[in-house]
């Protein structure tokens, strides 16, 4: 086995460091070292977009990227997302527009739709369909999600 | 409409379990970490159909960090034995077989071996290690060709099971043969002006849930087992573990975990009976989660299939006579919902004579198993499609068409039932009176379908308990998981039986130890039957409420009142359930109730869709313009959560007949077992999706709700393959109508 390497990052605004093997990927550190579940894992190829983080910004599958390469990042998972004393307006218009049913890929759907909110405040719905089109969703036909994305955009413009 | 007098049904209250879901809180079934938990990873048949000949797990085992190796072995034989889990049944020798082979694999990605270990990649290397030998069989992947004589048979077990008792004499892979006539069917047919017989073939497709399926499993040293999983039914699964052990259901406890996405394919055991062998032999924890290649090869997709129907109307369009031949590729072992087909394929319509022969066989593909109204998406596709070619054959308005034939109250289906409150011609007229069907579709290439689609939905079992809090609120423990917002919808039902908020009722999905026995997540049945024990406990905690008021006041029983979340008494004594809650204590003994369902059976629900496509000519591409679901959901509850339920499941039918399918080589090996190649829609392929909620209430609930989750998907191929005729002059009989097998058709025309 190759030796364990120690990679220090700055995740959800605070610096950690961890242990990892060359072969692990940034998802399987987050949920099974740092107990950080809530990225999901629907199939560890990068076509699902459940495990989306951001990584200085950017959304990523955190399934594609190693542990180590996340060296120095700064790493946003949605555990980082809500305030301390209330939601965040993404996930508050998920909720509103009932923009989840089993739920499973919402983490990565507010995840994508974040880093598309800090690039393009004002979206068009095909702008929302065309990035958030590497997430998958089963559940819902992706209706409600597109109209929770919009409401999320008018809500911050608003602010 | 219905909702009118309701204070809590028909809102849109925020779900209990929202907060969790939008955060990352809530535990998923691959999040649990227990301490001293090992890992499991399977090994699987390269083969689809092969002997095994021997396994030799010694190398497996030596290797360092391996704490447990498992083979079919380990389990305990298995008579014949036909185990009911509520919806469906399941024969257990058949399914200890597809938990971990034995004799043989009958489909790449079969299970043969487990290993646990330190981690997972220790565990996946140890299963290189295990030497299996195999004898390897021509696999046979086609239904049409498994029923001929000459086929590889894949059971030595298996006879075919005809209605009538009798049985084949030699093994083959036609399980069950059903059979079922109504009235006089040539002279049926002889009364028809136009008859239009047409042949359908359905590829198989994969539930395509985004959660793979996990298990983690504690065989304590107490002898109890505990398991964590996402189930569908947290009951069927402590049930079929008990069988597959050879255990008392007493020793087994069943946690579930949230659960992303089932539609059907989490119903039955894979991987939970393997956590608990594998955690025997290591003495620890073990958490088994399965990748996305195996979700795909090696979990229940919804088969293909091979359906003949042939339709007859008379000169003004009424149906006179309709024939249905129906055969399902069960996959490795029987258990098709071929059954479930025969039940659907003419539901929609008044047949007066029709005939239907449905046939469950085995092929060497995984074994199927339900996914949302199993068996009628493949019928209405069928069925629907020839209805499409009667009405151009006969100038005929399709809505017209439907309006004249639907199913109502009182008519008997083909199969025999008869049916009670139904809303087929309301969803029809809903699509009518639309704006879309009202509105005109220009461009070239461009075409409008509709179709309609049943499922009967079921009622089966559940048990719910509710306690009263001296604060006012009422915790609810049911049993039933909670796949789509169902914790809302029954703690909404208790909040109205009550007359409280439904933000006042706490809901909680608690393991099998700690709730009254409950029925599978499935069948549309959970707001219908848990909400009518969730009714019933709301009524007795009234009951119980208003007898300590009569007691307090030392009035009769009689006297008081309960409305609207008070009670009344005489001459103006009035309590809230606030101020009542707060003395439940000081006065007599705690309120905790519980409520149970069982007896009440659906109506049945229908739903109709249009939509409006654009093809590529050169591509074979269609694009969904527009999409339109009216559906009769009975009262919706949670109208948000009923719309999903349409919007989610017409998505579904949409993948289904336009890009799903399994590919497989001649080998029977599957080639696009990942997300990027077994495409299902994304948010780019699709359009808002409009929804029509039609509301015929179910006089068997109290609030006549009916279930709603799983006919959307039922219309949507057949719909779509009539918009496309419309665009471009060809009928795809055929799904998915994929752009190479639609371009193939455009080009032959
Ligand atoms: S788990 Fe990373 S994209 Fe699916
Ligand atoms: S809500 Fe279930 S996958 Fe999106």
């Not at chain 2, 209250?13 to 301490?35: M, N």
Request: overall charge negative; some cysteine.
């Amino acid at each position: 086995m190759a030796k364990k390497r120690i990679v220090t990052t700055t995740i959800n605004g605070k610096e950690t460091q961890f242990l990892c093997q060359p072969r692990q990927t940034l998802l399987e550190i987050l949920r099974d070292d740092l107990a950080l579940t809530g990225s999901k894992e629907g199939c560890s190829n990068g076509n699902c977009g459940a495990c989306t983080v951001l990584c200085n910004g950017k959304a990523v599958n955190s399934c594609l990227i190693l542990a180590v390469e996340a060296e120095g990042a700064e790493i946003e998972t949605i555990e980082g997302v809500a305030p301390v004393d209330g939601l965040d307006s993404l996930q508050d218009a998920f909720l509103q527009q009932a923009a989840l049913q089993c739920g499973i890929c919402t983490p990565g759907f507010i995840m994508s739709a974040k880093a598309l909110l800090q690039e393009q405040p004002d979206p068009s719905e095909e702008d929302i369909r065309f990035n958030l089109a590497g997430n998958l969703c089963r559940c819902t036909g992706y209706d409600k999600i597109v109209r929770a994305v919009q409401d999320a955009a008018a809500a911050r413009q608003q602010v | 409409m219905a909702s009118t007098s309701y204070k809590v049904i028909g809102t849109r209250p925020i779900r209990h379990d929202g907060t969790d879901k939008v955060t990352g809180r809530a535990q998923f079934g691959a999040d649990i970490q227990l301490s001293g938990m090992l890992f499991g990873a399977i090994l699987r048949s390269p083969h689809a159909h092969a002997r095994i000949k021997s396994i030799d797990i010694s190398q497996a085992e030596s290797y360092p960090g391996v704490h447990a190796v498992v083979t079919g072995t380990d389990l305990p034989e298995q008579q014949q034995k036909v185990a009911h889990l509520g919806e469906g049944d399941v024969n257990l020798y058949h399914l200890s077989q597809n938990v971990l082979a034995r004799q043989k694999v009958l489909y790449k990605g079969h299970a043969v071996a487990a290993v646990a270990a330190d981690d997972i990649h220790i565990a996946q290397e140890a299963t290189q290690l295990i030497n299996v030998e195999y004898e390897v069989l021509p696999p046979v992947l086609d239904v049409l060709e498994a029923m001929q004589d000459e086929a590889p048979v894949l059971n030595d077990d298996v006879r075919t099971d005809s209605m009538a008792g009798e049985e084949s004499k030699d093994p083959t892979n036609v399980a069950k043969h059903y059979f079922y006539e109504k009235g006089n069917i040539e002279k049926g047919f002889e009364a028809a002006h136009v008859v239009i017989e047409r042949e359908y073939r359905t590829s198989t497709v994969h539930q395509g849930y985004i959660e793979p399926h996990n298990a983690t499993a504690l065989w304590n040293q107490d002898g109890q087992i505990t398991i964590w999983t996402s189930t569908q039914g947290s009951f069927m699964v402590r049930q079929q573990m008990a069988d597959l052990l050879k255990l008392p259901e007493s020793r087994i406890k069943v946690v579930p975990m949230e659960i992303g996405g089932g539609f059907g394919g989490k119903i039955s055991v894979y991987l939970q009976p393997v956590a608990a062998l594998l955690s025997k032999k290591s003495g620890r924890p073990v958490k088994l989660v399965m990748d996305r290649a195996s979700v795909f090869e090696a979990t229940g997709p919804t088969p293909g299939s091979y359906i003949r129907v042939k339709m007859g109307a008379d000169r003004e369009g009424k149906l006179t006579a309709a024939e249905a031949y129906v055969a399902f590729e069960a996959g490795g072992f029987p258990g098709s919902p071929v059954v479930c087909a025969c039940m659907c394929i003419f539901a929609c319509y008044d047949v007066p004579h029709g005939r239907i022969n449905g046939y469950d066989v085995c092929v060497n593909k995984p074994r199927s198993n339900a996914y949302r109204a199993p068996g009628s998406t493949h019928a209405a596709f069928a069925a629907e499609s020839v209805v499409d070619e009667i009405c151009e054959r006969l100038e005929m308005d399709p809505v017209e068409f439907r309006l004249k034939n639907a199913a109502q109250e009182g008519t008997r289906r083909v199969d025999g039932v008869q049916f009670a409150r139904i809303g087929m011609k309301e969803t029809v007229e809903a699509i009518r009176d639309s704006e879309h069907w009202k509105s005109s579709l220009e461009g070239k290439y461009r075409g409008r379908g509709i179709a309609s689609g049943f499922w009967f939905n079921v009622g089966l079992k559940s048990s719910v308990t509710a306690m009263l809090a001296a604060d006012g609120t009422v915790s609810l423990l049911e049993g039933s998981t909670d796949i789509g917002g169902t914790r809302a919808s029954l703690s909404m039902q208790l909040a109205e039986t009550l007359g409280i908020a439904a933000e006042d009722i706490k809901p909680a999905v608690v393991d099998t130890d700690s709730v009254g026995y409950n029925d599978v997540t499935g069948g549309s049945r959970v707001t219908f039957s848990t909400g009518i024990a969730v009714h019933n406990a709301g009524l007795e905690m009234r009951r119980q409420l208003i007898e300590r008021v009569a007691n307090i006041w030392e009035v009769k029983v009689e006297d008081v009142q309960y409305e609207d979340g008070k009670v009344r008494g005489p001459g103006g004594k009035e309590f809230t359930f606030r101020e009542l809650a707060a003395k439940i204590h000081a006065t007599g003994e705690p309120i905790t109730v519980k409520g149970t369902s069982g007896s009440e059976n659906q109506a049945g629900a229908f739903g109709t869709h249009c939509v409006d496509v654009e093809v590529d000519p050169e591509t074979g591409k269609v694009d969904v313009l527009r999409y339109t679901i009216a559906q009769d959901c009975g009262t919706a509850i949670h109208p948000a959560y009923v719309e999903g339920q349409m919007q989610g499941g017409a998505a579904q039918g949409i993948g289904w007949a336009l890009n799903e399918e399994y590919v497989y080589d001649e080998h029977g090996a599957m080639r696009n077992a990942t997300f990027l190649d077994y495409r299902i829609p994304t948010c780019c392929d699709l359009p808002m999706m409009d929804t029509i909620i039609v509301e015929v209430p179910d006089p068997q609930h109290p609030f006549g709700v009916r279930g709603v989750g799983e006919v959307p998907i039922a219309p949507p191929p057949a719909a779509l393959v009539a918009a496309i005729y419309q665009a471009v002059g060809v009928r795809m009989r055929e799904l998915p109508a994929s752009p190479p097998r639609l371009l193939h058709q455009i080009l032959q025309r």
